[in-house]
Nanobody
Framework: QVQLVESGGGLVQPGGSLRLSCAAS????????MSWHRQAPGKERELVAS???????NYEDSVKGRCTISRDNAKSTVLLQLINLEPEDTAVYYC?????????WGQGTQVTVSP
């Protein structure tokens, strides 16, 4: 059974940083492209970044230069390092496959950027 469990969110001030983590289980992690998504209040969920098993990465334009996605295939973990956070980054952050699987959304982790 596929499980994706996000953690690491919190309340930070503008300009702060966070490292989000996603623990994956129930599938052969290294063979899948993984991604982080976010959903801000009142908005649709959007892709933030993705990473292949071979560590190629892709980023949504608004986070380029402020966001680093990485993975540890041995630990079945996907990380998202966020720096220089802005209030507009406030959202629930989710990890999933890329493209995302409908039934694989976890609970997400809340990131709130506020003075």
């Amino acid at each position: 059974q596929v499980q994706l469990v996000e953690s690491g969110g919190g309340l930070v001030q503008p300009g702060g940083s966070l490292r989000l983590s996603c623990a994956a289980s129930g599938f052969t992690f290294s063979t899948y492209v993984m991604s982080w998504h976010r959903q801000a209040p009142g908005k649709e969920r959007e892709l933030v970044a993705s990473i292949t098993g071979g560590l190629s990465t892709n980023y949504e334009d608004s986070v380029k230069g402020r966001c680093t996605i990485s993975r540890d295939n041995a630990k079945s973990t996907v990380l998202l390092q966020l720096i220089n956070l802005e209030p507009e980054d406030t959202a629930v952050y989710y990890c999933n496959f890329s493209p995302p699987h409908t039934f694989s959304w976890g609970q997400g982790t809340q990131v709130t950027v506020s003075p």
